[in-house]
Nanobody, 119 residues
Framework: QVQLVESGGGLVQPGGSLRLSCAASGSISSIYAMRWYRQASGKQRELVARIGRGGDTNYSDSVKGRFSISRDNTKNTVYLQMNSLKPEDTAVYYC?????????????WGRGTQVTVSS
């Protein structure tokens, strides 16, 4: 199996910064795309950022210019640097990764980490 462990969430004031991490472990041959989603209370889960194995990135319009996704392939870890945080960024943040195990591609989810932006 594959386990994803997220960390770095917490309470931060508006305008502040946080850095989320998500480390994958287990039966992994290779990791392709890695993503961060978020789900605010009462809302649908939305894609925040994506990074391909080669480092190509995509962002939702709501976070473009404020958030930065990166990855360390030697550690099977993806990061989300969040700057200039706003109250509307409050949500549970989940990582999602595409994992190759043998010849099978599957995606896995972390359990989520809470980010609260409030004064």
């Amino acid at each position: 199996q594959v386990q994803l462990v997220e960390s770095g969430g917490g309470l931060v004031q508006p305008g502040g910064s946080l850095r989320l991490s998500c480390a994958a472990s287990g039966s992994i041959s290779s990791i392709y795309a890695m993503r961060w989603y978020r789900q605010a209370s009462g809302k649908q889960r939305e894609l925040v950022a994506r990074i391909g194995r080669g480092g190509d990135t995509n962002y939702s319009d709501s976070v473009k210019g404020r958030f930065s996704i990166s990855r360390d392939n030697t550690k099977n870890t993806v990061y989300l640097q969040m700057n200039s945080l706003k109250p509307e960024d409050t949500a549970v943040y989940y990582c999602n990764v595409d994992v190759i195990r043998g010849v099978t591609l599957s995606d896995f989810w972390g359990r989520g980490t809470q980010v609260t932006v409030s004064s």
